[in-house]
């Protein structure tokens, strides 16, 4: 019985040692080691007729998200001083109706946004990551009842911003996209 008791603690341990590969935590950025700095200058804004201040949303998104998610990095507005820059298009911007009520009214919407990032490392002065084609969709309804009437399209857009900076930043600073030189 202490015999197979034994055999079986050995087992599960050398079972249990194959696995220790697997559950490394990532802990590393997929950015250059001597980006410490980012600058994340007020988004452009191609699209016409931009509506809520999408562009400066979308800025303060990413900058939030790099100082939650960045590990340690700092994010100032200006080039002056910075390792690295992000730099961001809003380009389309459409609000559709989707939904329609019995009156023929559209109750439920749906917000795109289209937009492109690139980040440049200033001190090696090289593209490291590109997305020309950021697109994020979301919706939200409109009440049937006009006395309890909100006004959805603001919170929409906000959560938009959200999205768009939350896999933004995942991407770069977890090196998905991360361009490498070749040698």
Do not use: W
């Amino acid at each position: 019985m202490k015999f197979l008791r034994l055999a079986a603690i050995v087992s599960l341990a050398f079972t249990a040692a194959g696995f220790t590969d697997c559950y490394k935590p990532v802990t590393n950025s997929g950015l250059p080691k001597h980006i410490k700095t980012v600058a994340v200058p007020a988004f452009q804004a191609e699209a016409k007729g931009l509506r809520y201040r999408v562009e400066s949303r979308f800025t303060e998104a990413v900058s939030r998200e790099i100082i939650r998610r960045g590990n340690g990095l700092k994010v100032q507005g200006t080039l002056q001083g910075a390792d690295a820059v992000i730099e961001g298009t809003i380009r389309d911007f459409t609000f559709t109706g989707v939904l329609l009520d019995r009156a023929g009214r559209a109750r439920v919407y749906e917000v795109t946004i289209v937009s492109a990032v690139t980040i440049r490392d200033l001190k090696e002065e090289k593209i490291i990551y590109d997305n020309q084609n950021f697109v994020f969709r979301d919706s939200f309804e409109f009440s049937e009842d006009p006395r309890s009437f909100f006004n959805e399209e603001d919170p929409a857009v906000e959560r938009i911003a959200r999205a768009f900076a939350e896999s933004a930043v995942s991407a770069f600073v977890n090196g998905i996209g991360v361009r490498e030189e070749k040698k």
